[in-house]
């Protein structure tokens, strides 16, 4: 069987992209959550913020790192792997994409690592302004890759000169429709994220509390908090630590909710404007219509739209996503294909830059059963998503959550709701545009845009690109393991793997009770300074 290099080259910035997504959104929605709990701490003094920040932290910093690790990767791709996409669009991508690296990027490093650091060595406004400037750069930095790929979607801002997308308004590619709206989408998106996973650890370590004893609750089951002096940070304010978070996060997790469902409410009005047919195709309409589908099947990788049978609709919501309304005519798969090839031909052109490629049949319609079942999953585990959330909120109004094994290992497993929604989602997105790599934009007829076809490097062979998927796919397994790893250590350990300076605490306080205290006072100060050096080290590795 003779390997595509455009099927390949797909496969692989598909792994590496799904892949690296899993950590953007986590550090986008636990970076302002960090930002308001050390603005508690510094304001108030109360310890049980100075855990949460640090506890989290690592968790932050653990996840940025590897984050940064992956996203390496994507630069190169452009450049070894299409080459003739980055030739066409690299006028306009240049100008959001350094903005990302000098701009945010950059930035983002540098007060990161001001802040990890920092601990104990800088003045805490200081410190934190150091945490809120990283946080807010990482915010920024999406912002930019954001809308270098809404311009692949809905391109503006440029004209045609000699085959090459050159930009002649930076401020309407800056100000485009689609980034804005798909931005303020994906913002709404990673705070789900970061809700979930702070919402699931929270719930866990306070079940941990019940399951060991340490908590109790009363004849009405209101919660009686306990402690446990012989295990490293499990006092009362441990319990406070866990359930503040898991409240401050369910609250948000419905927040994020909301802003999603607006969020897409207006995204899917954008899409049926500029993308009809892959608005068509996430419901698999074969025929202009009004109706939702609720549920449909169809042969599996036919591509006779006649093959799919509606099982169950309701009337009017397709046209609500669509317009707004309940009556508008929402136009179908049958009615949309004669437009397009009618628009942009019905085979691709005999050009050298499409290989083998030149002069085959264009195929406009997606994979239809890879939008319509993305749709319906980003809208689904988000969904459940917010429940988990809600759920959450009410199980612990009397101060803990119950003592059921099974029920901590769904919150735990709630983790994953809003990651697979997040990920589902950009799959819909990206591979709903397919035949095309720059969308061309029906409101204007300059010719911008570009065949998937075209955009990959002439000069890679598929051979080379089959032993790079395998290669990252082998890489990032390894990754991943390693990141599991950190990230189940550190959640086991609770506050105490992220504060190692409880330990020397306890240890402290320990030696104070003893008879020759005083003879080892001047060494325990010495250990104590030590301890603060140490502490910061600790905290960064």
Not at 70 to 88: D, H, K, N
Request: proline share 4%; charged share 20%; hydrophobic share 50%.
């Amino acid at each position: 069987m003779e390997l595509d290099p455009v099927l390949i080259a797909r496969w692989q910035f598909g792994i590496t992209t799904i892949y690296h997504y899993w950590m953007v959104p986590l550090t986008l929605g636990l970076g302002p959550m960090l930002v308001f709990w050390q603005w508690r701490w510094m304001r108030t003094g109360n310890e049980m913020f100075l855990r949460m920040t640090k506890f989290w932290g690592k968790i932050y910093v653990i996840n940025f790192i590897m984050g940064v690790a992956t996203g390496i990767v994507q630069e190169f791709q452009f450049g070894l792997a299409w080459s003739e996409y980055s030739r066409f669009v690299g006028d306009v991508f240049g100008a959001p994409l350094a903005m990302e690296s000098l701009l945010a990027f950059f930035f983002e490093s540098i007060y990161l690592g001001m802040w990890i650091f920092g601990w104990k060595r800088l003045n805490k406004r200081i410190h934190l302004l150091a945490l809120a400037s990283a946080v807010f750069a990482s915010i920024l930095s999406a912002f930019f890759i954001i809308v270098a790929n809404s311009w692949m979607q809905h391109p503006v801002g440029v004209e045609l000169v000699d085959g090459r997308a050159v930009m002649t308004d930076v401020f309407a590619v800056l100000t485009n429709n689609t980034a804005l709206a798909a931005y303020a989408h994906a913002l709404f998106g990673a705070l789900s994220v970061a809700a979930g996973l702070v919402v699931a650890i929270s719930f866990y370590h306070l079940w941990r509390r019940r399951f060991d004893g340490i908590d109790t609750v009363d004849a009405k089951g209101h919660v009686i908090v306990g402690s446990a002096p012989e295990i490293v940070g499990r006092d009362k304010l441990d319990h406070k630590v866990w359930l503040r978070s898991l409240r401050l996060a369910g609250v948000l997790g419905l927040v994020a909710f909301l802003g999603l469902f607006g969020t897409g409410d207006v995204l899917g009005k954008l899409m049926y404007e500029q993308q009809p047919l892959k608005m068509a195709s996430a419901e698999g309409a074969c025929h202009t219509g009004t109706s939702f589908s609720v549920l449909s099947v169809g042969s599996l990788g036919s591509k006779d739209c006649d093959d799919i049978t509606p099982i169950l609709e309701i009337p009017g919501v397709l046209s609500f996503l669509a317009k707004g309304d309940f009556t508008t005519e929402v136009p179908g798969i049958n009615e949309l294909l004669p437009v397009y090839e009618e628009m942009y031909g019905t085979n691709l052109p005999d050009d050298e830059m499409y290989g083998d490629r030149a002069g085959e049949e264009i195929d406009y319609l997606p994979i239809v059963e890879v939008t319509y079942w993305g749709f319906r999953i980003m809208i689904g585990f988000g969904g459940v998503a917010a429940f988990a959330c809600a759920l959450a909120l009410w199980l612990t109004r009397k101060g803990t959550v119950p003592l059921s094994k099974w029920l901590m290992r769904a919150a735990l497993a709630s983790i994953a709701l809003a990651f697979i929604a997040n990920s589902s989602g950009w799959v819909f997105t990206e591979m709903g545009r397919q035949p095309f790599v720059v969308v061309p934009n029906p409101e204007e007829t300059n010719g911008i845009f570009m065949f998937t076809a075209a955009a990959v490097s002439p000069g890679v062979s598929a051979g080379e690109l089959l032993f790079s998927v395998i290669a990252f796919t082998l890489v990032y397994g390894v990754l991943l393991i390693v990141e599991i790893f950190l990230m189940r250590n550190y959640v086991r350990g609770g506050v105490a793997s992220a504060m190692p300076e409880m330990a020397a605490e306890t240890e402290q306080a320990a030696k104070a009770t003893r008879p020759d205290d005083e003879a080892d006072r001047p060494e325990d100060a010495d250990d104590s300074d030590k301890s603060r050096r140490d502490d910061v080290l600790d905290f960064a590795f």
